[in-house]
């Protein structure tokens, strides 16, 4: 089955404590991305990957790293969390890059105390 | 970078009825124009897009219409129905240039009064 999985669903954590939130397509898709969703923004690009080793910055990208070392895998880290980086994560993949259907996620809700 | 306005940010309409979202952008370079619907507690999942070169496509009671000069395009739901009701987004995105981000509005939350 085709998928974009997301590790963990939900997770709190505290100010300056380092998280990685994992995603891992099975679509061979070369471009990845990573999405915030709060109430009222709607959902915001964090980074993007065109191809391994090919990242850039979205609209958001201040306080997050990625890094893109095998096509599958596309983690997101925050090294040092904080309150207002709480939100409602998505990563998806497209085969299409930025042009083509978008495979969301089923999210990862992180609450940072 | 890319700005897209969308609106209105909730639309309550009868069941049965038509609904129209309406979205605007500011990068005259963008060429892709998707549309998502984003159930409650779900993932945000493709309903219908539409590239540049095209002014207007249908599929069933979607349809998306576009307007390069005037740099908006709308969602029209047609009878609508109780399933109908989620958050929908409309995105742009320019590939030229070697970008390729996605900038999505800020969502409509469509309400399928009964």
């Known amino acids: 089955e085709a998928q974009v999985t997301q590790n963990p669903r939900y997770l709190i954590t505290v100010t300056g404590k380092k998280l990685t939130v994992t995603c891992s397509q099975n679509?061979?898709?070369?471009?990845m991305s990573w999405y915030r969703q709060d109430p009222g923004l709607g959902l915001r690009q964090i980074y993007y990957?065109?191809?391994?080793?090919?990242?850039d910055k979205g609209d958001v990208p201040e306080g997050y790293k990625v890094s893109r070392k095998e096509k599958r895998n596309f983690p997101l880290i925050l090294e040092s969390p904080s309150p207002n980086q709480t939100s409602l994560y998505f990563c998806?993949?497209?085969?299409?890059?930025?042009?083509?259907?978008?495979?969301f996620g089923a999210g990862t809700r992180l609450s940072v105390l | 970078g890319e700005n897209v306005e969308q609106h209105p940010s909730t639309l309550s309409v009868q069941e049965g009825d038509s609904a129209v979202i309406k979205c605007t952008y500011s990068?005259?370079?963008?060429?892709?124009f998707p549309w998502y619907k984003q159930e409650l507690g779900k993932r945000p999942q493709l309903i219908i897009d539409?590239?540049?070169?095209?002014g207007e496509k249908k599929d069933q009671r979607i349809a998306v219409t576009l307007n390069k000069t005037a740099k908006h395009f709308s969602l029209h739901i047609t009878e609508t129905q109780p399933e109908d009701s989620a958050v929908y987004f409309c995105?742009?995105?320019?590939?030229?240039?070697?970008?390729?981000?996605?900038?999505f509005g800020k969502g409509t939350h469509l309400i399928i009064q009964p």
């Open positions: 998806a993949s497209s085969y299409s890059g930025g042009v083509g259907i978008q495979y």
């Open positions: 990957s065109m191809n391994v080793e090919v990242t």
């Open positions: 539409i590239r540049s070169n095209v």
């Open positions: 679509m061979n898709h070369e471009y």
């Open positions: 995105a742009a995105s320019d590939s030229g240039g070697g970008a390729d981000g996605l900038t």
């Open positions: 990068d005259s370079a963008s060429n892709y």
